[in-house]
Structures are given as structure tokens and as C-alpha cells.
Nanobody, 124 residues
């Protein structure tokens, strides 16, 4: 089992930055591919970014590429999402997810562990 706790969300003006963190309670953090998803009101949950177990490989949704950066610190059992140049369309609840695999999946149904989510609101 893995428990995930997100933090770092909040209200920011367009053009601003936020850094989300996701702390995992597990002794085998390096066995998990980690990802961020988001869900805006009235919309389906969508993929944002994913990182490999070592941190050496990453992938991003086209909508955030060049603005967001995913990283992980395996010594701290934590994954991060640095969000720059935020726009109102980034407003959503952001979720951290984990899957015990080597495959960097973009599909939410392949992730077995989820955090409770953190709200990000970008004002125009």
C-alpha cells in the first residue's frame, strides 16, 4: 500500500508559479512510477505529467509542456510539480498518483494509488 499526500496548491495570478509536492508513505518508493493528473469542474480527469522510477525519464501533456516540470527525490519519497507561467485554464484539483510498474502511463485507470488532491486556482 502507498499513501500519497499532496500539498502546495493555492490561489495565484496568471503568469505566476506554484510548486506542488506529493509525499509517499512507502518503503519502496523507487518501485513506483509517479504521475500528476488534474480535474477541472465539469471535466474529466486528465493527464499532466509522469516520471520514471529513477527520475531519468519524464513525459508531459502538450498543454503544459515547457511550463511545468516534474521531478522526484527518492531519498525523501517525494515527487514535485513545478508550475510556471500559469494560466486560468490550469485551474483544477491536482492529484498525485502511483503505479508499481516501469511503464510511464498516461492513463488514469492504470494507477492504483491516489492522493486526495490539492486545489490550484489561477486568476486572470
Amino acid at each position: 500500500q502507498v499513501q500519497l499526500v499532496e500539498s502546495g496548491g493555492g490561489l495565484v495570478q496568471a503568469g505566476g508559479s506554484l510548486r506542488l509536492s506529493c509525499a509517499a508513505s512507502t518503503r519502496t518508493f523507487t518501485m513506483f512510477v509517479m504521475a500528476w493528473f488534474r480535474q477541472a469542474p465539469g471535466k474529466e480527469r486528465e493527464f499532466v505529467s509522469v516520471i520514471s522510477r529513477s527520475g531519468g525519464s519524464t513525459s508531459y501533456a502538450d498543454s503544459v509542456k515547457g511550463r511545468f516540470t516534474i521531478s522526484r527525490d527518492n531519498a525523501k519519497n517525494t515527487v514535485y510539480l513545478q508550475m510556471n507561467s500559469l494560466i486560468p485554464e490550469d485551474t483544477a484539483v491536482y492529484y498525485c498518483a502511483a503505479r508499481s510498474s516501469v511503464v510511464l502511463s498516461r492513463s488514469s485507470v492504470t494507477y492504483g494509488f491516489w492522493g486526495q488532491g490539492t486545489q490550484v486556482t489561477v486568476s486572470s
